[in-house]
């Protein structure tokens, strides 16, 4: 992210926001995201090129994201 920031400045930003936007919206739609096969109880909102891994606990209702996890690298092992 560091290479992208200092090159790209503008457009890294206006990525980080736009990402960060698309997370907010799990305040009011939990289950935007799409079950996650690999894990159990978790689930993959997908901002091209990053996958959020989060869950929801509804007893505390609460989003809790896991990992921000770039599509180009191998998915992570359950």
């Not at 200092?6 to 079950?35: C, M, W």
């Not at 896991?66 to 092992?77: C, I, N």
Request: no cysteine; hydrophobic share 35%; charged share 30%.
């Amino acid at each position: 992210m560091e290479w992208s920031w200092d090159r790209h400045r503008e457009t890294s930003e206006r990525f980080a926001k736009a990402l960060l936007n698309h997370v907010d919206l799990l305040q009011n739609f939990p289950y935007l995201g799409i079950p996650a096969k690999e894990f159990s109880g978790v689930r993959r909102l997908h901002h091209s090129p990053i996958h959020v891994y989060y869950r929801v606990d509804e007893t505390r209702k609460i989003i809790e994201v896991l990992h921000f996890w770039h599509a180009a690298r191998q998915r992570p092992k359950p």
